[in-house]
């Protein structure tokens, strides 16, 4: 059975808008090995029309080998994008989601091959409720912004993690890697 992991970057007061992180060449290196270990990227509209930034880069390449490696990568990746609003996606490796949220992710975790990877703040979140993440990669930077979208709001319980593992960037940000506890 596959994992559904939700990765995402956020400050350490728990922002996670996207302009607030710290890129940096070891960042994009571990986002680079998460994609290898990926069958599909689940992403809400939002974040899909963010993400499109890299078909730029790969349009266009930037001279920097991380950011340029990453662009290949994400090209090449699987994306299932929900959204009410898209007719299209634009993007060859990408395609809209036939179904429900959690009907798609129940059926994507039943199926065999490569972990599914969540990379939305709003699917996070609604996956959470459900009980459907299996590990978090959370990249905390250090920084402190003070406002801001928040990761974890909405959500409607308690969650118990245990901590899995770590790993410290170059830039001091810390991905912690944890596993919901389930009883």
């Known amino acids: 059975m596959r994992k559904v992991i939700a990765a995402f970057n956020m400050t350490l007061d728990g922002v996670c808008d996207h302009t ?8 994009h290196q ?23 930034f890299w078909k730029t880069v ?11 490696d990453f662009a290949i990568l994400i090209d090449r990746i699987p994306k299932l994008v929900f959204s009410n609003t898209l007719k299209e996606t634009n993007w060859n490796s990408a395609k809209l989601s036939d179904s429900p949220l959690n009907d798609k992710v129940f059926e994507l975790k039943q199926q065999s091959g490569k ?12 996956l959470l409720n459900s009980n459907l993440i299996d590990e978090f990669q959370i990249c905390v930077h250090p920084i402190i912004e003070g406002k ?18 770590t ?4 830039s ?12």
């Open 115 to 126: 972990d599914i990877l969540v990379g939305s703040r709003s699917l996070i979140i609604q």
């Open 58 to 68: 790969l349009e266009n390449p930037s001279g920097e080998k991380s950011m340029d």
């Open 148 to 165: 801001g979208l928040r990761l974890f709001d909405q959500i409607k319980d308690r969650i118990m993690l245990k901590l899995i593992k």
């Open 167 to 170: 790993k410290t960037l170059d």
């Open 30 to 52: 571990h986002y680079s090995d998460l994609l290898d270990n990926t069958g599909v990227v689940l992403y809400g509209r939002t974040t899909y029309e963010l993400m499109q």
């Open 172 to 183: 001091g940000a810390t991905v912690f890697y944890y596993e919901p506890i389930r009883e």
């Open 20 to 27: 607030t992180g710290i890129a940096s060449e070891d960042l």
